[in-house]
């Protein structure tokens, strides 16, 4: 099984902050991944697919890079509502797996 | 607009069985490989199984196989988990996903085993 590892698990950052989140996987999955928001209580979101598309109605400050085993997640401008938790999913080969999140909360 | 929506949560006992249901609509369901996730209380998400558009192939995480099957009916617009020799660990919210790439999700339904 591939095995993403996922860095940091928690964040602390103020608005109008740029962050990285990168995720890590254990064997080359191309393109073959995605990022996520979760929010309290919801189910996640797609931000991005095949590594560096952005969902349709994602702002543009959201962006992601990478290819093979190292990825990232950049919010280029962070805003209010982007305090929530993110995780990456490597969808190249089953089983699928996901990254053990991020937690970006509010300095 | 693209809709996904489950239902068959609920209270089990340890060792008994559930069913959920995920009815789509809003995209050519027959066409798309359909997934379950789960996310257990306070913890992280877990793919639990995927099944293609036609229904013909299946695959599972190893903590549900031999015990979850995943089946779709084309002519229902409905995914169904079966949920058999339920443990503890299976508590979670499950979640019923679209595409291959998992592009959209339910609201999800809640499975306790206690």
């Known amino acids: 099984d591939i095995q993403m590892t996922q860095s940091p698990s928690s964040l602390s950052a103020s608005v109008g902050d740029r962050i990285t989140i990168t995720c890590r996987a254990s064997?080359?999955?191309?393109?073959?991944l995605g990022w996520y928001q979760q929010k309290p209580g919801k189910a996640p979101k797609r931000l991005i697919y095949a590594a560096s598309s952005l969902e349709s109605g994602v702002p543009s400050r959201f962006s992601g890079s990478g290819s093979g085993t190292e990825f990232t997640l950049t919010i280029s401008s962070l805003q209010p509502a982007d305090f929530a938790t993110y995780y990456c999913?490597?969808?190249?080969?089953?089983?699928?797996?996901f990254g053990q999140g991020t937690k970006l909360d509010i300095k | 607009e693209v809709q996904v929506l489950e239902s068959g949560g609920g209270l089990v006992q340890p060792g008994g069985s559930l069913r959920l249901s995920c009815a789509a609509s809003g995209f050519a369901f027959s066409t798309y490989d359909m997934s379950w996730v789960r996310q257990a209380p306070g913890r992280g998400l877990e793919w639990v199984s995927v099944i293609r558009g036609s229904g013909g192939s299946t695959y599972y995480a190893d903590s549900v196989k031999g015990r979850f099957t995943i089946s779709k009916d084309n002519s229902k617009n409905t995914l169904y988990l079966q949920m058999n020799s339920l443990r503890v660990d299976d508590t979670a919210v499950y979640y019923c996903?679209?595409?291959?790439?998992?592009?959209?999700w339910g609201p999800g339904t809640t499975v306790t085993v206690s």
């Open positions: 064997q080359g999955i191309g393109n073959g």
């Open positions: 996903t679209k595409g291959a790439w998992l592009d959209a």
């Open positions: 999913l490597q969808h190249n080969s089953f089983p699928f797996t």
